[in-house]
């Protein structure tokens, strides 16, 4: 048995076919298997499958561990809506509780297992990462100054990384598909519902709404705070929308190139994400907390470079001051779009 609970919210009667129960607990047991090679203690992780996944992760508020507001909870991101959500009872993070929105586990197509299994396995690798983190990981504290903003947004990125890179590594163990020609591959995400072309034009529209906001804000002058906390979240969620969408592109036989060669040109982006991926793909997925320790220290570092340098293209720098710091708004003709607009 592994340390997974499933419980069901409402907890109504056992609508959960026992097939499914049972691809849980083994998708829990190969998670397990992680811990037991990093040499990590058993984590007890309890799985909600929730009519309602949004209000249960509020409820959570207070009870978990970590800096983030769950009391506005909600489930959109840049790419589309998220599934799941894990969150840490404890600070070694060795007890997670899992939110799962019920809707995936309810579809009655014939292939929703490969869905739920992936959407499962992204969920308790994140519990494994982050009880790995916190056995040797980098110790980030929370702040507000932009070299460590971008830190942050680096750490989130490179987690959603790992955890898509761990949950194909154990979907593969759930079993094999037969090809029309007769041969049989593992079982992947990609299987069904690729989502890579989706979250790559969500975060080239991402980024132009973040190049206008800054031009917004040069022609009006007005609340330049507003502006630089809507361009830091925006860039959050294009990082984690390109690690998803690289790590299935990963994956995928079909179009095996990397994701660098469809991004385009001109945007800031092509440079940055050439830079991150090649800093991510240098994390070890499965090793010892003190290795991945200092793994993830140095890739936080280097990243947080590449993402000051990706604001500097969209006109933003920055400069320390006696209470926090400064941001500099650069003119249009040193800034993304316009930079390049002559050519
Ligand atoms: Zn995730």
Redesign the pocket.
Known sequence: MSGLVVHLDPPDGAWMESHTLKMLHWLGAVVDGFRERSELPRAAVELIVSDDAAAAIRTLHGSVVGVEDLGNFTMERVGGVVAAKTMFRNDDHSEAVVILDSTIFKSPAADAWVTQAHVVA?ELA?TYIGQLRSAGGAHLAPSYLPSEVAQWLVRFALE?YL?DRLAALTLSSLGSVTLPDGTSRPVRSADVGPVAGEFLSAAGQALCEVADLISRYRNTGHDLAGMWRSTYTATEQILIALAHAESEREESVENPSSLLADLDDVTPLRTAWAELYEIFIRVPLLGPPAEFGAAEAASLAAGARVVLQLWEELGLTFSDADEGFRIHVAHPSSSWPYRDAGD
């Open positions: 992204h994140h959603e955890a």
